[in-house]
């Protein structure tokens, strides 16, 4: 990879978070833990060298790869030049219709696997979310904190609404740790891969809306429990699903677990 970017005289951009993973080893075990096969059709965002799209090329049937920087094109060209399974746009991920993009492609599972700049994995995870994208895996490199905070356990210092709507969509579970010296450049932290997996049973939520709602409500201020938290509501009712659980409203979001927010939010439904 050294040579290639030497070779065209690449210069790395910080803005766009590049950091570019080189361990063989760690690319290969991304493809093979993801367990990509030759019915997946992967979502790659952020191509740089293309060395991860490599191996994910190797081991499915298509790839669909998003790269903001088009300075990178000549090098994913002479890259790829030999795979004739890999599509890739120069656009931000983030201003795509990838909903639309993938209509062309006929697959059995869809995954999304990226290596991304640390400060962008929340606006991507919320995209997919948004956009319904209707993903059977997603796998992704992130910060070691960020990657504590999307598996965090209710009452850790990391659990935060993001956790809970996480949850609710994923099992979610770090795969690989990956060490700072994988990258070049190197960055100041260490990383893992995240798998988050399409929950098959999923939550029984009465009112989606409602239950969004609820849990961006009660974790709105961190330090404030749910009775200052939750103003608007009916806090009788509130106090009365608590008391079930051997609590009351002077709980904090972060103790409580993604059923009993649940619970709140479908009794809540049931008088609207
Ligand atoms: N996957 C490669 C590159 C990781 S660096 C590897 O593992 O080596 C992250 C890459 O994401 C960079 O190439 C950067 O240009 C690209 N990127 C950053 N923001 C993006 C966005 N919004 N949409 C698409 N690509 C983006």
Known sequence: MK????????????????????????LESIALKSEIDKDT??????????????????YSKNVLAYEIDETLKPIIEEELKDKNNVEVKYIDFLESNVVEDIKKYEYSKLYVVANLPYYIT?????????????????VIMVQKEVGDRFSAKPSSKEYNSLTVFLNYY???????NVSRNCFI???????????MKRKKDKYIVNNEELFFKLVRDSFKYKRKN?????????????????SKYNLDL???????????????????????
């Open 3 to 26: 040579e290639i970017i030497e070779k065209y005289d690449f210069k790395f951009k910080k803005k766009y978070g590049q950091n570019f993973l080189k361990d063989k080893n760690i």
């Open 41 to 58: 059709l992967v979502i790659e965002i952020g191509v740089g060298a293309a060395s991860l799209t490599n191996y994910l090329s190797l």
């Open 122 to 138: 929340t606006p991507i995870i919320e995209k997919i979310i948004n956009d319904k994208l209707d993903v059977d895996k997603i």
């Open 170 to 176: 994923f099992d979610i579970k770090k795969i690989i």
């Open 185 to 195: 450049p190197v960055p100041n932290v260490d990383s893992v891969v995240i798998e």
């Open 226 to 242: 749910l009775r200052n938290n939750l103003k608007g509501y009916n806090l009788d009712k509130i106090n009365k699903i608590l």
């Open 250 to 272: 002077t709980v904090r979001a972060e103790n409580l677990t993604i059923e009993q927010f649940i619970d709140i939010s479908n009794k809540l439904n049931e008088e609207q």
